[in-house]
């Protein structure tokens, strides 16, 4: 379980303002965002974020009114060369593990990948990636 | 010139035919409909008490929620055998409001919509286009059994498919449109997009148009827009359809066809009979029907009714276009929608809740509805299809109860606006 992230998964409106509504919450509370995805349907939108104090931001944006999710998900750390990507999703191929989606951001030039899985694959997903030698992000390093 | 010669009887010959008439429903209704014989013992009136057509409001009314009791055949004073016609519109909740014809009752349509036909001048030399939709609806069908029966060239091309309707009306060079307004509108506009010369490319002479509330400046346009008469429709499937009312040349006022569907206007707060020229809800008993004979029925439209003659001769009653409702109904492209319908919908449906907000637009000139509902928090995925099937799921189910497409907005918990802590329910953005 060291390496489960738990990422916020909140509902936004499509409108101008509302994203700032959301983040204003955050940096109101001293709330770190490590990274973001927004996916966008045509009214509403999702954001999934990966902050250092998950509880307490769910805690305060659902005070505020936000609805708010916990999705599991996992970090993976990725060189930039060619060919390192790859490796990672070939692997998880493999296992015929379907990545949901991925998003990534870079800490002091190495790229960490955050992947969601299909349900109930995500320890496959850790432990095939473990023993393929590829190293993956205790979740205790984006918390506080 | 006049279809029938009960259009223009004089008042004591209208009057007995009407007492007549209203007698021998009575009767049946309190022998062959338990509902009516529990309803008349109930209220403590005996059929013997109704000796004039001012007794009738000893009676007490019948309501749409009767017919939704009586789900489906509870109503109708006849057996299955002498059924030859079923219609169906979607009720206040939950399950349909259901009506049956005999021949006899398809007769009685066809003779008042053959009036209403004959009020705009049609005959068995035009050919109707009917843009009514078709159906469960009596739009469609109402229109169609009653054009044939006169012999009138129908052409059954329903609603919608608006650029197809529009090539058949020049080639077929129909002289006859039925439709909604807001349809016939919309037809004129998508003509005039597709490079038509309306006035010349189309044989149109005369148009009934129905279902919607209507306002003059609106009939005066489809009139001038189509170079036609434009002669209103009135009618509710729980009496018989399209064909209860129509406007002749002479005037904007619905001459009701009272021979067979007695008026009254009654205060929609207290039920008192109004007296004639005022303004209430309209309630109708149905003086010659057999499938689906009803007494006092409570229309919930809001109009008036006067006796003053017609220049055209009828003799018959006139009520004013609807000028509105007494209840919460919304009539979207000429469907009846009530909002407890939809809240009925939602209730069944897992991951939203009933915080919803129900908004009447028009687009173009058709009516669109919107339901804003807002999400249940527990229900939060992190899936996008998730979301997306969920509003898909809804927006089928209110197909389905509603017949109606509906387009669905999930929105954030709480984020409704609301008066007093109270959701405001229905937004209707229409011009009236």
Known sequence: MKYNIKQLSVFLENRAGELSDFTHVLSKNNISIKSILLADSTDYGLVRTIVDNPEKAKTILEDEGFSVRFTDVFGVKIDDIVGSFDKVVTVLANEKINILYTYSFYESNTGIFIFSVEKNRLEDAINALLKANIEIVQAKHFYM | ?432
């Open chain 2, 1 to 432: 010139m006049t279809f029938s010669k009960n259009e223009s009887l004089c008042k004591q010959e209208l009057q007995s035919w009407q007492l007549t008439h209203l007698q021998e429903t009575l009767e049946r209704v309190y022998y062959l409909v338990p509902f009516y014989k529990k309803k008349f013992d109930d209220a403590g009136v005996l059929l013997k008490d109704i000796k004039s057509l001012k007794d009738l409001s000893k009676l007490p009314f019948t309501k749409k929620q009767d017919l939704r009791d009586n789900y489906p055949f509870g109503m109708f004073s006849v057996d299955m055998d002498q059924i030859v016609r079923i219609h169906s519109s979607s009720g206040t909740t939950g399950k349909p409001t259901v009506v049956g014809y005999t021949e006899h009752d398809m007769s009685i349509w066809a003779e008042v919509m053959g009036r209403a036909f004959t009020m705009g001048g049609v005959t068995c030399q035009d050919i109707m286009q009917n843009s009514h939709g078709y159906g469960l609806f009596t739009g469609g069908l109402g229109f169609h059994s009653a054009a044939e029966r006169m012999k009138i060239a129908v052409i059954p091309s329903s609603t919608g498919f608006t650029s197809r309707q529009l090539l058949l009306l020049k080639d077929f060079g129909a002289t006859v449109l039925t439709a909604t307004p807001s349809f016939a509108l919309h037809m004129a506009e998508v003509a005039k997009n597709e490079g038509y010369d309306i006035q010349k490319d189309f044989k149109l002479k005369v148009g009934f148009f129905g279902a919607e509330p209507t306002s003059d400046g609106m009939k005066k346009e489809i009139a001038s827009i189509w170079g036609i008469d434009y002669h209103e429709v009135y009618g509710l499937s729980e009496i018989i359809g399209p064909g209860v009312a129509c406007n002749c040349k002479h005037s904007n006022l619905l001459h009701i066809h009272e021979d067979h569907f007695y008026p009254e206007i009654i205060d929609p707060k207290t039920g008192e009979v109004l007296p004639e020229g005022e303004r209430g809800e309209l309630v109708i008993t149905t003086l010659t029907k057999q499938g689906l004979p009803i007494i006092r029925y409570r229309t919930g439209d809001i109009t008036s009714l006067t006796r003053i003659p017609c220049k055209c001769g009828r003799t018959l009653g006139r009520i004013e276009s609807i000028v509105g409702r007494s209840d919460d109904m919304l009539l979207i492209n000429g469907v009846n929608v009530f909002p407890s319908q939809i809240e009925h919908v939602l209730s069944k449906q897992d991951g939203v809740t009933l915080n919803y907000q129900i908004i009447a637009d028009k687009k173009g000139y058709l009516d669109k509805l919107e339901i804003d509902i807002e999400l249940n928090p527990e229900m939060m995925s992190d899936d996008i299809g998730d979301l997306d099937r969920l509003k898909k799921t809804i927006q089928h189910a209110l197909l389905n109860h509603l017949y109606i497409n509906v387009d669905v907005k999930l929105v954030a918990p709480k984020s409704l606006t609301r008066s007093e802590g109270k959701a405001i329910r229905v937004i209707d953005k229409r011009q009236k």
